[in-house]
């Protein structure tokens, strides 16, 4: 199982990077795992701003939807349109090329509500 511990985690299995303002967002190895094989992502709140805990998307495996939470408060700025022709990369590269959104964090203290990945990893078990 695949935990990088340079990212943030949340109870719902998103995973989460920041670099200065932008926070980089995608679902965990073991959420991709115990989805099976994903074979549509949507996000229909490009250019909106959410709060923390609000459905920012859709991950479509083949035998389940799953609803995507925002780990922080923050706009919406970018889409990876790579995964509308490859949503397998979120199986094959939970980390890199299967992120799902970029966003303008507006609250950075969000950060300290989130896990490490120690303790995510004692929250799968793993």
């Given at each position: 199982?695949?935990?990088?511990?340079?990212?943030?985690?949340?109870?719902?299995?998103?995973?989460?990077s920041?670099?200065?303002?932008?926070?980089?967002?995608?679902?965990?190895?073991?959420?991709?795992?115990?989805?099976?094989?994903?074979?549509?992502?949507?996000?229909?709140?490009?250019?909106?701003?959410?709060?923390?805990?609000?459905?920012?998307?859709?991950v479509?495996?083949?035998?389940?939807?799953?609803?995507?939470?925002?780990?922080?408060?923050?706009?919406?700025?970018?889409?990876?349109?790579?995964?509308?022709?490859?949503?397998?990369?979120?199986?094959?590269?939970?980390?890199?090329?299967?992120?799902?959104?970029?966003?303008?964090?507006?609250?950075?203290?969000?950060?300290?509500?989130?896990?490490?990945?120690?303790?995510?990893?004692?929250?799968?078990?793993?």
């Amino acid at each position: 199982m695949n935990i990088p511990t340079n990212l943030k985690y949340t109870k719902d299995h998103e995973w989460v990077s920041l670099q200065g303002e932008i926070a980089t967002v995608g679902i965990t190895d073991f959420a991709q795992k115990e989805l099976g094989d994903i074979v549509y992502v949507e996000v229909e709140t490009l250019d909106q701003s959410l709060d923390k805990d609000e459905v920012f998307g859709t991950v479509e495996a083949v035998k389940t939807v799953s609803d995507l939470f925002l780990p922080v408060s923050g706009e919406i700025i970018e889409f990876n349109e790579e995964l509308e022709s490859n949503p397998e990369s979120v199986n094959t590269d939970p980390y890199g090329k299967g992120w799902m959104v970029k966003i303008k964090v507006s609250n950075v203290d969000d950060f300290d509500d989130l896990l490490d990945s120690q303790a995510y990893k004692e929250l799968i078990g793993a």
